[in-house]
């Protein structure tokens, strides 16, 4: 089958144009934004299309896009309005992907700013309560966080209790990003095997969708959330290699997030390809 990797691209021109920009650089995945990474304002979508997109994934054997909502998203803000806004946002934005279906929407969970994480952890749950249906095909995914502020998702266990709340849905799982977890104090690079391990126990790793594969600016725990290059951060090549290679995240799609060029995506995807073969 070999891996499902690829980087984020720009959702301007529309759906086919960005598989067409995964498949320029050698991607057989990719992420974009569902609208404006700073606004609320969404596009228009074209059926047709969308269509393109869904006949282009096929035949090149793509493996599940990961969509990303807008960093502006709070389902734990501490102001009603914006709140509403969100949980507004997110409920168009699940209707908005059902065009692609079958795919992941990832999200930050959000920043509790003052409230305490129960409370965030609270109103983020009751948010998804009101717009997952049991209907849609979507898989909505709750990213891991680095744990900077008063953001909600820095353990496992904060996850764990959203999804708890909720009963654990099956549209529901995670996206698990490297540079996150490595800044929030996991050791993936001197035990990998035990993060998993307890990953495995705490939220179960069938319910680990996807993974951002990124390497960190910044040292263990640091709790700073600035994405490296592949090879060229704190958390380095080989450990990286570990990660993609692993046998418990085979056939889950790899995302590039880090600070590259159309070029550098090339190497990275071409590079991570040849770890994997």
Not at 40 to 68: Q, R, T, W, Y
Not at 258 to 266: A, L
Request: charged share 25%; hydrophobic share 35%; proline share 4%.
């Amino acid at each position: 089958m070999g891996i499902f990797i690829g980087n984020h691209v720009s959702s301007s021109g529309g759906f086919e144009a960005m598989g067409k920009r995964a498949l320029d650089v050698g991607g057989n995945t990719f992420a974009f934004f569902t609208r404006n990474p700073r606004g609320g304002s969404a596009a228009a979508i074209d059926p047709g299309d969308a269509e393109k997109l869904i006949a282009l994934m096929k035949e090149h054997n793509f493996g599940k896009l990961v969509a990303h909502a807008p960093y502006t998203m709070n389902l734990c803000a501490a102001k009603d309005d914006i709140r509403t806004f969100s949980r507004n946002m997110l409920a168009d934005d699940i209707k908005r992907m059902e065009y692609i279906p079958g795919n992941y929407y990832n999200f930050h969970p959000g920043s509790h700013v003052g409230q305490g994480e129960e409370e965030g952890i609270r109103l983020i749950a009751q948010a998804l309560r009101e717009v997952i249906d049991p209907g849609i095909s979507t898989t909505v995914l709750l990213e891991t966080m680095a744990g900077k502020g008063s953001e909600v998702g820095k353990t496992f266990e904060e996850l764990a209790r959203i999804m708890d709340i909720l009963g654990n849905p099956e549209k529901l799982g995670v996206c698990l990003d490297t540079c996150h977890v490595w800044d929030g104090g996991y050791d993936i690079v001197g035990d990998l095997e035990g993060v998993l391990k307890h990953f495995d126990d705490v939220i179960g790793l069938e319910r680990l969708y996807a993974v951002h594969i990124n390497d960190s600016k910044n040292p263990l725990a640091a709790h700073k959330d600035r994405h490296e290059k592949i090879g060229q951060g704190c958390i380095g090549a080989e450990a990286l290699k570990r990660v993609v290679s692993h046998p418990a995240l085979k056939g889950k799609p790899f995302i590039l997030e880090t600070p590259c060029d159309d070029d550098g995506y090339r190497e990275e995807i071409r590079m991570i390809r040849k770890w994997t073969e």
